[in-house]
C-alpha cells in the first residue's frame, strides 16, 4: 500500500482544458498527508528527473501521473516505486461533451462538470495507487530447454531455429521416420526470386541438419504420456521404445500437423468411390513413387459439389430422431462425427494450399512428362498467396497445363475414364472432359482435432479445450497471439495450427518458437507473457475463506488452476495469464492481485462523487471497461473529438472476466444510476484476449439482474455492451445511448440512502 504519494498534474497537455491549480488545491485538501506533494508541471514527459528527486527528498512510494493516456507514453516514467496514470487528456477534457441543460461554467471558463469529472478521476487515481502493492516475484527455474513435438517440416524447422538460438531442443516424433507430410510431397513452391520455378523441398538436408545438431535429442516412435508443471520448468513424460523418460523442459513447441479429412466428405466428387479419383496428398505420394501413368489428369479445386450433399446430408442428419442423430456411426473418430458443413470446413480452409499445391503438382506432371501429359486446373477460387501469384502466372502459360476457372458440377466413371462435367467456365461455353485421372483437394484437418497430441496432467484434462468440436484447431486467439495455445507455455505451429503452404510453416515455426524462447525468459523472471507481458503480479488466494466451490478453478480459460481432492485451487502462477476471471467468479472474494483487487476497484467506485439530486446535477455512470479493446477505443474517440455523456466514469478492467459482481452492488447502494459493462465481442468469432471473459460476464450479469430484479431495480441499468478496438467512431453512440435510457428511467432508487 503507497503510503506517500505524489501527484503530478501536466500543464502542456490538460491545462487548456482544466484549472489545474485549483484541482491541485482541492487534491491537497482532500488528501492531506497521503499526498505530499502535488504540482502543475510545464511539461510531465521533462520532469522525469523533478519526480526522481520528489520521490527521494519526500520519500514517495507512489506517483500518480494526471495527464495523457497511460497507452501513450507510459513507458517515459521509468521510476523507482509505484506509478499510476490518470487519463485526464483523452477520456476527460477530450471527451467532454456539455450536456444541453447544464451549461453553468467555473470563474475561469471551464465547464463545472468537467471540472468535477477531472476532481472525481484523480481522487479514483489515488485510492488506486493507496490500495495497491508491489507484486512479489513468482520467478520459476526457466529450464533453458524447448520440447518440440513433431518431427515434421515444421517441428524439424523449429528443433533446428531453437537449437541456433542457443537452447537444448528435445524433439519427440511418433513415426519411425522424420519429415512427415513432406516426404510425399514432390517439388516444392518457388521460394526465391523471379519465384517462378520449382523448388527442391530439401527435406532430407533438414532432417540431417537436425539428426547432426549436438544441442537436439531426437526420439522417434516415441509418443508423449504426460506434460505437468508449468512454464519454465514443465515435466515432459514420453514413451520411446526403450521406455518411459522424464525430462525438464521450459516450454513446449506442438507441430504435430494434420491428417487428411475423411474421404466421405468428398465421396460426391467419386473419392473413395472410384480409384480413378485420388486426393491431392495421395497424389503426391504416387507422383514420388513413380507411379502416375495417366496422360489427361483433371485437378479440381471447385468443390460446390461436394459440399451441397454434405449440406444435404447434414440437414437429413438434424431431421433425423435425436438418439439417431446423436449415436456415432461404427468407426468414426472425434471430430468426424457426422457428415456436416463444421467438418467441411477444413477443405475451405485449405483452399490455399490446395490452389498452390495441385499448380505445383501440375507442374511435376509437366516436368517428369515434357508436357506431353495434358493437365487441366478447374477452379472455382483460384487461392494464390503473395509473390506465389508469379508461379500461377508461368503456371498459365506451361504447355501442359491448361486452367480455368468453372463450375464443376459432376465428376463420373465411363467406362475406362473419368468425366468431369463443366459449366460458366472462361472458355465461353459448358463442356464434358474426358480425362484418365480426377485429383480432388485434401483437406488438412489438425492433429488437435484427432489425437489428444500434448496430455496434459491438468486438472481440466488431458486435451485442449475446443471452441468448436470440428474446427479443433489449437487456438486461444487468431488474430493477435497467432501462435498461442489457450495452455501458456504451449506454442502451435503450423498445420496443426491453420493450413499452411511449406515456407508459410516455416515462418510457423520460427515464430513459435520465438514465442517458446520469450515464454521461457518471462517465466524465468516471474512475469507474465502476452498480452501483459511483463506483468508481474499474479493471483494470491486466501484459502482460510475458500469454500472449495471451484468456480475460479472451472472458469480460468488458461487451466491455470489444479485443485486438491477437496476442491482447494492450486495456482501455478508461470500458467497465469493475469486476466482476473478467477477473482471475477470467486463469491468468497478470497482472490486477488497485488495490484489489481476487489477492494482497490471498489474503492475506487465509492470515490467518485455522486450528487443526490438527479434533475439539477445529471445521473452518473459507472463503465467498467476492458483495457484490451474498449479503453483503447474509448481513448481513440477522445483524440479524435468524439466526445461522449460527462456523466460518466471509467475503469478499465484487466477483461470483463474479471468483473466481479460486488462491484456492480457497490455502485448500485452508493447511488449509480447505471453500470456499463464494455468489452469484446464473445461468440464464434470472439475477440477476447482471454478467450471468454465477456461470455463469462455476459452469463454473470443474468444473475446481477435477477438480483437487481428482487431489490426493486430495474435489471436494465445494468448493460453490457461489445465494443472492438477499431470501433471508436461508434463508442460514443453507444455511452450516450445508454445514458438516455438512464435519463429517460430516472433515479436509482437507492440514491441517496
Ligand atoms: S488470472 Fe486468469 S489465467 Fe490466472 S489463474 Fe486467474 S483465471 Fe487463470
Ligand atoms: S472461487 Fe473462491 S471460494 Fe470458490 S474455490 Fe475458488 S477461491 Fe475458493
Redesign the pocket.
Known amino acids: 500500500m503507497s503510503g506517500k504519494i505524489g501527484v503530478y498534474f501536466d500543464q502542456q497537455n490538460i491545462g487548456g482544458g482544466l484549472d489545474l491549480t485549483a484541482l491541485a488545491e482541492q487534491t491537497s485538501q482532500k488528501w492531506g498527508g497521503l499526498v505530499p506533494v502535488v504540482k502543475v508541471v510545464p511539461v510531465l514527459a521533462l520532469a522525469v528527473s523533478e519526480i526522481k528527486a520528489d520521490i527521494e527528498a519526500q520519500e514517495l512510494d507512489g506517483v500518480l501521473l494526471c495527464g495523457a493516456s497511460p497507452r501513450v507514453d507510459s513507458e517515459i516514467y521509468r521510476l523507482p516505486v509505484q506509478v499510476e496514470f490518470v487519463n485526464l487528456r483523452e477520456q476527460c477534457v477530450q471527451a467532454y461533451k456539455n450536456p444541453d441543460k447544464t451549461p453553468v461554467d467555473t470563474a475561469n471558463g471551464a465547464p463545472e462538470l468537467l471540472a468535477i469529472m477531472a476532481r472525481d478521476y484523480v481522487n479514483m487515481g489515488v485510492v488506486k495507487l493507496q490500495k495497491s502493492e508491489v507484486p512479489d516475484s513468482a520467478a520459476v527455474t526457466g529450464v533453458q530447454r524447448v520440447l518440440v513435438i513433431g518431427g515434421g517440416w515444421t517441428g524439424l524447422t523449429a528443433a533446428a531455429e531453437a537449437a541456433e538460438s542457443g537452447y537444448e531442443v528435445v524433439l519427440v516424433e511418433k513415426a519411425e521416420k522424420l519429415g512427415g507430410a513432406a516426404n510425399n510431397i514432390p517439388m516444392g513452391s518457388p521460394l526465391v526470386s523471379p519465384w517462378t520455378d520449382k523448388q527442391p523441398t530439401n527435406v532430407a538436408d533438414k532432417i540431417s541438419k537436425v539428426l547432426g545438431n549436438s544441442k537436439i535429442a531426437v526420439h522417434m516412435n516415441t509418443r508423449m504420456e504426460k506434460l505437468e508443471g508449468q512454464p519454465g520448468e514443465f515435466k515432459a513424460t514420453f514413451v520411446t521404445p526403450a521406455g518411459a523418460q522424464t525430462i525438464d523442459v521450459g516450454a513446449v513447441v506442438l507441430a504435430t500437423g494434420w491428417v487428411p479429412l475423411d474421404p466421405q466428405y468428398l465421396s460426391s466428387m467419386g473419392l473413395g468411390q472410384s480409384t480413378k479419383v485420388v486426393d491431392a496428398a495421395t497424389f503426391g505420394k504416387m507422383l514420388v513413387a513413380d507411379q502416375v501413368n495417366a496422360r489427361r489428369i483433371a485437378f479440381v479445386l471447385d468443390t460446390t459439389i461436394a459440399e451441397e450433399a454434405v449440406k444435404k446430408a447434414a440437414e437429413e442428419a438434424e431431421a433425423a430422431p435425436a438418439e439417431e442423430a446423436a449415436k456415432p456411426a461404427e468407426g468414426e473418430e472425434k471430430g468426424f462425427v457426422k457428415a456436416n458443413l463444421e467438418s467441411f470446413r477444413h477443405v475451405t480452409y485449405s483452399n490455399a494450399v490446395n490452389s498452390v499445391g495441385m499448380l505445383r503438382l501440375a507442374n511435376t506432371v509437366c516436368e517428369k512428362t515434357n508436357d506431353t501429359c495434358q493437365t487441366f486446373i478447374l477452379y472455382k477460387d483460384m487461392t494464390v498467396p503473395g509473390i506465389l501469384e508469379r508461379f500461377y502466372k508461368k503456371m498459365q502459360d506451361r504447355l501442359g497445363v491448361m486452367m480455368t476457372k468453372a463450375d464443376v458440377t459432376e465428376i463420373r466413371e465411363a467406362g475406362d475414364h473419368m468425366v468431369v462435367s463443366c459449366k460458366n467456365t472462361l472458355l465461353g461455353m459448358d463442356f464434358d472432359l474426358d480425362v484418365d485421372l480426377v485429383v480432388v483437394p485434401t483437406g488438412l484437418v489438425p492433429t488437435t482435432a484427432k489425437d489428444v497430441t500434448v496430455c496434459f496432467d491438468y486438472r481440466q484434462g488431458p486435451d485442449f479445450p475446443d471452441l468448436n468440436l470440428f474446427d479443433g484447431f489449437a487456438d486461444s486467439n487468431y488474430i493477435c497471439f497467432p501462435y498461442e495455445t489457450r495452455r501458456?507455455g504451449v506454442y502451435a505451429a503450423g498445420c496443426v495450427r491453420q493450413p499452411l503452404t511449406m515456407d508459410a510453416c516455416e515462418e510457423d515455426a520460427k515464430g513459435a518458437v520465438l514465442k517458446a524462447m520469450q515464454c521461457i525468459e518471462a517465466a524465468s523472471h516471474g512475469v507474465a507473457v502476452h498480452p501483459r507481458s511483463g506483468d508481474l503480479s499474479?493471483?494470491v488466494f486466501n484459502f482460510v475463506r475458500c469454500t472449495q466451490c471451484k468456480r475460479?478453478t472451472e472458469?480460468?480459460?488458461?487451466?491455470?488452476?489444479d485443485d486438491d481432492e477437496k476442491g482447494t485451487p492450486k495456482?501455478?502462477?508461470a500458467?497465469?495469464?493475469?486476466?482476473?476471471?478467477?477473482?471475477g467468479?470467486c463469491p468468497e472474494r478470497v482472490?486477488s492481485?497485488a495490484n489489481y483487487n476487489i477492494d482497490q476497484i471498489g474503492s475506487m467506485i465509492r470515490e467518485v462523487h455522486v450528487p443526490k439530486d438527479f434533475k439539477a446535477d445529471g445521473p452518473r455512470v459507472l463503465i467498467l471497461a476492458c483495457e484490451n479493446d474498449a479503453y483503447p477505443a474509448l481513448d481513440m474517440a477522445g483524440a479524435r473529438n468524439k466526445p461522449w455523456s460527462p456523466y460518466c466514469r471509467i475503469i478499465p478492467v484487466?477483461?470483463l472476466?474479471?468483473v466481479n459482481a460486488i462491484w456492480v452492488s457497490d455502485a448500485m447502494s452508493k447511488g449509480y444510476d447505471g453500470v456499463m459493462l464494455l468489452g469484446c465481442k464473445y461468440g464464434d468469432d470472439y475477440q477476447c484476449h482471454?478467450v471468454k471473459g465477456s461470455e463469462i460476464c455476459a452469463r454473470r450479469k443474468e444473475n446481477i439482474a435477477e438480483t437487481l430484479n428482487r431489490l426493486g431495480v430495474q435489471p436494465e441499468r445494468v448493460e453490457q455492451l461489445e465494443v472492438a478496438i477499431d470501433e471508436y467512431d461508434k463508442v460514443p453512440d453507444l455511452i450516450d445511448g445508454f445514458v438516455d435510457r438512464i435519463m429517460a428511467m430516472g433515479p436509482n432508487p437507492f440514491k441517496g440512502m
Open positions: 501458456t499474479y493471483p475460479c472458469e480460468c480459460p488458461f487451466g491455470a488452476l495456482p501455478n502462477p500458467r497465469c495469464r493475469r486476466c482476473g476471471t478467477c477473482f467468479a482472490i492481485f484487466r477483461c472476466g474479471s482471454f
